[in-house]
């Protein structure tokens, strides 16, 4: 294998050995099948293809100082893709078979989980497609469910070093009662115009306000948003979100560390009041975040060079149970064994 320099991952692709794949064919779901090509053949009216008639999800594997692999609330991921099934009528993967796939597809690439002190984990990527036919704006009849894996580092570069966001009205994510609340690519095309926009700009991802009324705070790209004040943990309430699993899973962790805890409507000006800020995600973990700049108004808010005491302590709780140096407590992480 190759020298892999786990210390200096990026968030990026690569070919790992083994992926897991099944079938969704005349209304049912078939066994999951151990595939080590990167390929896939598909139809070329495939709904995926032409209406966005496909999910996915993120999760994480760590190894811990025990040698063990650990992986994060994957029953959560499995309940989310349902979700977002449901949401774009697609066939919906049984949770259970989910996790089984996931178990197997860590298994089999165990070698590209990266060592405990790297700070890097295994990203896992499970995706649903619509593999059959349609040319009217319709659901397919079958379907291709996808677990592959890869070794990554932190989604933006900086890591747990501050970094700006941007707000620039002009750009929404997702439609009020639209899909923002489900994790299918579409959200994603969306944004990588204002996404490629805020980089250029050097801001690490835009902050997006709610698309009816540009009054609240939504979420980041590919990620929540929370802020701290008085002592109080603070993420926005929105049906045009995504319901972050390690936002849900900071949100214990801050009321257990005795902060109060509030997921509620954002309003914009409520950024002149945070003492710190962050963003995250299973990709993001926690990216702290320094400034916000509203590009409309030429009008920064600042929260400090450094990560805050807060951010600090949410950031090494949650990795703390992630690679097994803290009790599960909650039964969030499943060894692999
Ligand atoms: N929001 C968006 C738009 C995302 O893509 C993600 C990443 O999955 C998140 C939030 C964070 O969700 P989670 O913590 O479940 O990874
Ligand atoms: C994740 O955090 O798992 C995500 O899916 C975000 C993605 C845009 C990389």
Redesign the pocket.
Known sequence: MENIDWKNLGFGYRDTDYNVRCYYRNGQWGELEISSSTRIDIHMSATALHYGQEAFE??KAFKGKDGKIRIFRMD??AK?MQSSSDGILMAKLPVEKFMEAVRIAVKKNERFVPPYESGAALYIRPLLIGTGPQIGVKPADEYLFMVFVMPVGPYFPEGFKPTNLVIMRKYD?AAPQGTGKY?VGG??AASMGSGKLAKQQGFSAVLYLDSREKKYLD??????FFGIKNNTYVTPLSDS???????KSLMVLAEEMGLKVEQRKVPYEELAEFDEVGA?????VISPIKGVYDADNDKWFKYGDEPGAWSKKLYNKLLAIQYGDEPDKYSWVEIVE
């Open positions: 993120g999760l959560e991921n989310r994510r994790k959200n994603y979420e980041c790209g590919p990620a929540n979100i995504l319901p972050s699993i390690t936002n995250c995600g299973t990709a993001a």
